[in-house]
């Protein structure tokens, strides 16, 4: 197939150069592909039921909650929640990280949705028995809480070195 | 973007005050192997990471190394808290005083500043990822050699939790490295290893 039209003329270039044969190119026939034929769709049936596209292989279980980590003796409310809440933000980070490679591992996403569900409940009843929001993206009342109750790099508050 | 929680990742502490620990300690603040070399290097290597797992694990751990930072530098704060004149004198931490006085700042053990040099990305993705490993196993035995220097048992389990961290990190890297060989590090015609979408279309336009 050429795109350039052929406009040698052969008979010119035959009496200059007798010893080499000039023969036109044959030209090869473009092949065009047949087009399909358009099958009428088939409407859906609305009494069957929708096929579900991906079934994870590994059943879904109940996680079972691991025993408590004992806190210090003398420590406050405040800081056993927190404690949990570490906990468990440990166990959604780590979960997620490894979920960043295998994202198709449907065991280990189970937990992390477990811990992250978890984890979000924690966060919403530390935030509302203390009134102190871990971000400032929360919500508190009478009066901006978030910069009260110490901050974590503090060892005592309201202590200068 | 970021959001800042009011909270440690894990409750940093010292049992008592150390200033001259508190000053090798800093080396995993500012240091060639610290944290905030670590962060600043994968954050930054994200936007030549043409795999979607590269780009998750650079953003999640660079994310992680920073509240490690946070950790040592509280380390650092609880180490230093309520040291005297004496005591800075005695362990060589005048000099940083008068910079610096108690509040961390981005050195390593010799005073020298943090410096982008210790900053590595090629814009390749397996040769970052391969400086990422090798990253997390200096500040592994930066780590250890930390550990060995104290006696605390208190702050040796606050070291230990994040040299396990550097661990997790380093497995979770090798994993994207073999992820990514075994999708795109097949060799072509020509002998090359293939990195890029972007490579690949340029030679079918050829």
Redesign the interface.
């Known amino acids: 197939m050429s795109f350039i039209e052929d406009t040698t003329d052969y008979n010119v270039m035959r009496e200059l150069m007798p010893e080499r044969e000039f023969v036109r190119k044959p030209e090869i026939p473009i092949k065009v592909p047949e087009r399909p034929v358009r099958q009428p769709e088939k409407k859906p049936d609305k009494n069957l039921k929708p096929e579900i596209p991906w079934k994870p292989e590994i059943p879904w279980k109940p996680i079972k909650p691991k025993p408590e980590i004992p806190c210090k003796p003398d420590c406050t409310e405040q800081e056993k929640m927190m404690q949990r809440i570490a906990e468990c933000q440990f166990m959604a980070l780590e979960t997620a990280l490894y979920l960043d490679v295998n994202p198709d591992d449907v065991c280990i996403l189970n937990k992390h949705n477990y811990y992250s569900s978890m984890l979000k409940e924690m966060i919403a009843a530390y935030e509302a028995k203390f009134n102190t929001p871990l971000t400032n993206y929360g919500a508190s009342e009478c009066r901006w809480t978030y910069i009260d109750g110490g901050w974590p790099w503090v060892k005592c508050a309201g202590e200068r070195c | 973007m970021w959001?800042?929680?009011?909270?440690?990742?894990?409750?940093a502490k010292a049992g008592y005050k150390d200033v001259r620990m508190a000053r090798n300690i800093l080396t995993q603040y500012g240091g060639p192997n610290g944290e905030s070399s670590a962060s600043m290097q994968y954050l930054n290597q994200r936007y030549s990471m043409p795999y979607d797992?590269g780009r998750?694990?650079l953003t999640?751990?660079g994310t992680?190394e920073m509240a490690h930072m946070?950790m040592v530098?509280?380390l650092f704060?609880?180490l230093?808290?309520?040291?005297t004149k004496d005591e800075l004198i005695e362990n060589g931490f005048d000099a940083y005083y008068v910079e610096h006085?108690?509040n961390p700042f981005y050195v390593d053990t010799a005073s020298v500043p943090w410096d982008a040099k210790y900053v590595v990305a090629t814009g390749n993705p397996e040769v970052d990822l391969y400086q990422d490993m090798a990253s997390e196993q200096r500040a592994k035995a930066t780590y250890e050699n930390l550990v060995k220097m104290t006696d605390d048992p208190v702050l040796k389990e606050t070291l230990r939790y994040l040299r396990e961290r550097e661990i997790?990190?380093f497995q979770?890297f090798g994993?994207?490295i073999r992820?990514i060989q075994e999708r795109y590090g097949k060799r072509d015609k020509k002998g090359r290893i293939r990195y890029y979408e972007l490579e690949e279309a340029a030679d079918a336009a050829e």
């Not at chain 2, 959001?3 to 409750?11: D, I, R, S, T």
């Open positions: 959001v800042y929680q009011k909270m440690l990742q894990y409750p797992e998750a694990i999640d751990v992680e946070e530098a509280t704060n609880q230093i808290c309520g040291a006085g108690c997790v990190h979770r994993e994207v992820v």
